[in-house]
């Protein structure tokens, strides 16, 4: 079985669009600058906020992210006026000044930057409703609460601004095997971006193989299989237009369901020797272990 990493995609600000990247640094937390930003809707006195997302604010998909390190800059712009361009630092001046606790999930009281008062009259003019935009200090540890991710080689059970767990990985193969049902039901095939995975994998496997993936090494870094990737709403959103649609739920229900979750993609962890390696496009794929699927694999 010969698979190769084929592409890296980093989201710099949670629930906008990704970046394609050529290679990444391996942080405990997740790629480097991966959902270090997230938008956030204040509460009524302005100390906290909670996350928002495309799951409740569509509109958030047609807003597309570049990423120039040399620089530390950070630009943003919706699809449909891409002359409005908003530029921020890719990574902020520490400051103890401007900080807001922020919720995720289940993460309460997270502590996170303020980024400007320009960052936030950009993003609520854009998205019609109150919102500010926040970074998470490398001071910051947001703790992953999922019991799945309890592994000395581990190295530490933190994670960004993400939903749950620091990597993301699908297999091109699983995505083919969603589009082949698929195909009477829609015009064009998905792309990954309906997934937003970090890593994507191609080769000859088996359809979610990666459910049985337990420890794989890419090129000098070494990941661990903590659980697969449960599916919501998001997933229904075309990232091209923002409007929502039935699919992909309706047909992944049929073949990728447990417990009434839907499955699709694996979340990973980083090994502890593999944190400030460098992660490359093309490196070989290699599964050191396997594990016991949540769900058949190859169907």
């Known amino acids: 079985m010969s698979l190769s990493l084929e592409q890296i995609i980093i989201y710099p600000i949670k629930s906008l669009g990704g970046v394609m990247v ?4 391996i942080e ?16 009524a006195d302005g100390q906290s906020g909670r996350f928002i997302t495309q799951r409740t604010v569509h509109p958030m998909a047609l807003i597309d992210t570049a990423i ?24 902020p001046r520490p400051t103890q000044d401007a900080s807001m606790s922020v919720s995720i999930w289940d993460s309460e009281d997270v502590a996170a930057q303020l980024v ?6 950009w993003f609520s003019r854009l998205l019609g409703k109150p919102c500010r935009l926040v970074y998470m200090p490398d001071t910051t540890r947001r703790t992953i609460t999922s019991s799945h991710s309890r592994r000395d080689d581990v190295a530490d059970p933190v994670v960004s601004f993400a939903d749950g767990f620091p990597v993301l990985l699908i297999t091109q193969s699983s995505l083919d095997e969603l589009n ?29 193989d990666e459910d049985t993936w337990a420890t794989v090494a890419l090129g000098a870094v070494t990941v661990y299989g903590v659980k697969p990737c449960v599916r919501c709403v998001l997933t229904t959103i075309d990232p091209a237009t923002g409007e929502r649609g039935k699919e992909p739920l309706r047909t992944l229900a049929t073949y990728r369901s447990r417990d009434s979750k839907i499955l699709f993609g694996e979340n990973f962890m980083p090994d502890k020797s593999s944190n400030g390696q460098v992660l490359r496009v093309g490196e070989a794929v290699r599964i050191l272990e396997r594990k016991e699927p949540w769900l058949p694999v190859g169907v």
């Open 22 to 25: 050529p290679e990444a640094v």
């Open 28 to 43: 405990p937390g997740g790629l480097r600058y991966d959902r270090r930003y997230m938008l956030v809707e204040p509460s």
């Open 68 to 91: 120039n390190v040399p620089d530390n800059e950070l630009t943003v712009w919706h699809r449909q006026t891409p002359a409005d361009v908003l530029a921020i630092p890719l990574v």
């Open 116 to 121: 400007s008062d320009e960052a936030d009259a």
């Open 180 to 208: 082949r049902r698929l195909a009477e039901s829609i015009d064009a095939p998905l792309t990954m971006a309906r997934f937003r995975p970090n890593l994507i994998v191609e080769g000859l496997c088996w359809p979610h």
